[in-house]
Structures are given as C-alpha cells and as structure tokens.
C-alpha cells in the first residue's frame, strides 16, 4: 500500500529529498535538485553591483565599501580579485571608498592567485536587490560564410534592451539618492609594532626616524617601548592614516627603509574609524 501511494505522489520522493538536505542555503540548491516547485521565489537572493563598467555600479560598488575593508570578509580574496578584474580603469576620486579599495587590491597584483577563497561569478557579491549586468567581452566573430543570421525561433534582443535600460535607470535613480549624502573621507586606525635590530639599538633614534615621515594623510599618535626579550625592547606606536592617502605597505617601505635602525614593522591592530 506504501509503494502504490508513494507512487500515486511522487511530489513525496521530492519532499524527502527536500527535508535531507534543507541545511543548505536555499539560495545555493541546484537546480537538478528537482526541488524548484518547493522554493518560494521570494527566497532566491538577487545580488550584484550593476554595471561595474559604468558610473552608477562603481556608485554601488562604493556605496557597498563604505563600512566594509573588501569584498568579503577581512582579508584580501578570491571575490576582490573577481570585482577588481571586472573593472576597467580606477573608479574616480569621488568615489573614494571604491578607489581606496582598488589602490589596495592593485598592490596584490602579483600575487593575486594565492589569494584564499574560490572566484564566483559577480552576480554572488555585492548587496542584495541589485543585479549584476556587468557586460561581457564580445565573443570571437564567425566566418561570414556561416548562417549566423539565421533566427529559427524568434528574438528577444528588443526585451532585453528593454531590461537593460530599466535596469540602469533605477541604478541612476540610486546614484542620485546616493550622491545627495555628503561624502565622508575614509580613515582607519593604525597600532604598528617596530622591531629593532637588538638591545643595542638607539630606540629614541628609531622613534624619531619613524615620526620624521609625513605624507598627507597620515597624522602619528602615542608611542610607546614594549619589552620582548633579552633585553630588546620594539616601538609600539599608533597613527590614523586616510585610507585612500595611505596605506600599509606605503607605511611599511619607508619604515623599513631606515634599514639601521629597523628590523621589521608589523600592523598590531588596525580599525576603521
């Protein structure tokens, strides 16, 4: 009587499956799963940042990195790279969250593919409701002898059009909302570890070497020596720094280079302000 009522509802086989494996997000279920007539659309997650090749996706993009370092998590990754690389020039100075971040994503140029994470497509970063619509290169064109003008079943190029230009619309509509807010200048606090070479070290000459550099946008703060062992004792001094000024490894070169003196420079703590 089982097997005769399970085949009368096969929907029940696809129930089963369901409830095994409704851990997983529901966003991330295949669509081989056959579960798709169980799933309210209203659960599938729309993500993006538009066009990232025009002005009102990189507006997203910065609008998306105000209160964020990267595109995921805290460290540099696979989905910066996949945004960074879907951008063809730096964004522009008024969009300094968006610029900031790209300076700093260019500097792991030559080492971007031991980044960590898995590079996913851009329609999977980005704040939820916008979608992504970042065109694609143009593929290869074909021999003029192949019949690629022929349409057996019709066109939707006219609906599409349509699409788009709905879509960059409302992105325009955004932007402007956007733009209205006053622009807020990205600063980030920093506490730096400077190691000496040994015990011998003059660290009142270290201190004063590292306060002699100034660059805009980078203002020193308090300091102080902290004992590490046998003796030797490091340069613990914090500084605030304009993100899209400064960055660590601007900070960290010309630390270094007062290669008498400085061993090695470490960030011990870093905050967005």
Same mark, same amino acid.
């Given at each position: 009587?089982?097997? !005769?009522? *399970? ?26 799963? @056959? ?21 009102? @996706? ?27 690389? %879907? ?6 100075? *008024? ?10 994503? &260019?500097?792991?140029?030559?080492? &971007? ?6 590079? =996913?497509?851009? @329609?999977?970063? +980005?704040?939820?409701?916008? %979608?992504?619509?970042?065109? &694609?290169?143009?593929? %290869? ?17 006219? !609906?599409?059009? *349509? ?5 960059? *619309? ?7 909302? =956007?733009a209205k807010k006053p622009a807020l200048i990205a600063k980030s606090s920093l506490l730096l570890d400077v190691k000496p070479w040994d015990d011998e070290t003059d660290m009142a000459k270290l201190e004063e070497c590292v306060r002699s550099i100034q660059m805009? +946008?980078?203002?020193? +703060?308090?300091?102080?020596?902290v004992p590490v062992g046998y003796g030797i004792k490091k340069l613990q001094i914090g500084c605030v720094v304009e993100d899209d000024k400064v960055g660590t490894d601007i900070l960290e070169e010309q630390i270094t280079a007062f290669e008498d003196f400085v ?11």
């Open positions: 009587m089982a097997e !005769e009522e *399970e085949e009368l509802c096969p929907g029940r086989r696809a129930y089963s499956r369901y409830k095994s494996i409704c851990s997983r997000p529901l966003c991330l279920l295949p669509r081989s799963s @056959g579960l798709s007539s169980f799933l309210p659309p209203v659960l599938i997650a729309i993500m993006g940042f538009g066009d990232l090749k025009s002005n009102s @996706g990189l507006t997203v993009l910065n609008d998306y990195l105000s209160e964020r370092s990267y595109i995921e998590g805290y460290v540099p990754s696979q989905a910066d790279v996949a945004v960074f690389e %879907a951008i063809p020039s730096p964004p522009p100075t *008024e969009l300094c969250h968006a610029l900031r971040w790209y300076n700093h994503i &260019k500097s792991y140029q030559s080492q &971007k593919s031991s980044l960590p994470g898995v590079k =996913k497509p851009l @329609g999977q970063y +980005g704040p939820a409701g916008v %979608a992504d619509s970042t065109s &694609k290169p143009a593929p %290869a064109s074909k021999d003029d002898d192949d019949d690629d003008d022929m349409d057996l079943f019709g066109s939707d190029e006219e !609906e599409d059009t *349509e699409a788009a230009r709905l879509k960059e *619309e409302r992105l325009a509509e955004y932007a402007a909302r =956007k805009d +946008g980078l203002v020193w +703060g308090q300091s102080k020596l061993q090695s420079m470490d960030v011990a703590a870093f905050n967005k302000i």
